[in-house]
């Protein structure tokens, strides 16, 4: 499979902006995934980007994408104690999807 | 909404019982996967399914079965569970018909499995 990296951890304070990062090997065109994981429950789809875009942004998250780099980066604005979980990142392959290891965001009051 | 379900959120089982994990959705999607997560791990791709009755091998299907029957319903099977396959176990579903990021997965809530 291919090879999606992320750090595992994360923590930042209420109201900052979070940057969550991934890198991924396939430098074919495809889709690349933001998911969250709250505890206890399955991934959520946040946003998903296609890789001759640079950016994307919706509400408060934007997502930026340095092909060159294979280098995707979430930011969280305004970060909520509600924005604590698990976030994913994701690649797509030809039939299914790669994911990153997964980095644990933790919001201190 | 697109809503996949799992038979169960929290499974006991001991060493070498035979295993049964279910998973229905309701978008008629052609697509169902089954993961494992577990920390620092991220998911791991088990089995999925293109089609009724269709099955590919992920990347770790050792010690797994699963059995398509249905269009709605995906069930992996543990043949004879081991403390190894403590986990927790999560499905996803995907349409084989849209563009572009809507082929997005959607998953259920995960089971989470202990095997003593």
């Known amino acids: 499979g291919e090879d999606v990296e992320q750090s595992l951890f994360l923590s930042v304070r209420e109201g900052d902006s979070s940057v969550i990062n991934c890198t991924y090997t396939?430098?074919?065109?495809?889709?690349l995934y933001w998911y969250k994981q709250e505890p206890g429950a399955g991934l959520q789809l946040l946003t998903y980007?296609?890789?001759?875009?640079d950016m994307k942004q919706d509400q408060r998250l934007t997502v930026l994408l340095n092909k060159k780099d294979k280098h995707l980066s979430l930011r969280i604005a305004d970060t909520q104690t509600g924005d604590s979980a698990i976030y994913f990142c994701?690649?797509?392959?030809?039939?299914?999807?790669?994911f990153g290891t997964g980095t644990r965001l933790t919001v201190i009051p | 909404d697109v809503k996949v379900t799992q038979s169960s959120r929290y499974l006991v089982k001991r060493t070498g019982e035979k295993v049964f994990l279910e998973c229905v959705q309701d978008?008629?999607?052609?697509?169902m996967f089954w993961y494992r997560q577990d920390p620092g791990l991220g998911l791991r791709l088990i089995y999925f399914?293109?089609?009724?009755?269709?099955?590919e091998k992920g990347d770790i299907p050792e010690g797994y079965s699963v059995s398509r029957e249905k269009k709605e319903r995906f069930s992996l099977i543990l043949e004879s569970a081991s403390t190894n396959q403590t986990s927790m176990y999560l499905c996803?579903?995907?349409?084989?018909?849209?563009?572009?990021?809507?082929?997005?997965?959607?998953f259920g809530p995960g089971t989470r499995l202990l095997v003593l």
């Open positions: 396939d430098s074919s065109s495809t889709y």
């Open positions: 994701a690649e797509r392959g030809a039939n299914n999807l790669f």
């Open positions: 996803a579903s995907s349409s084989a018909r849209g563009t572009g990021g809507q082929e997005t997965q959607y």
């Open positions: 399914s293109y089609d009724v009755k269709m099955k």
């Open positions: 978008m008629d999607h052609e697509n």
């Open positions: 980007i296609f890789s001759n875009m």
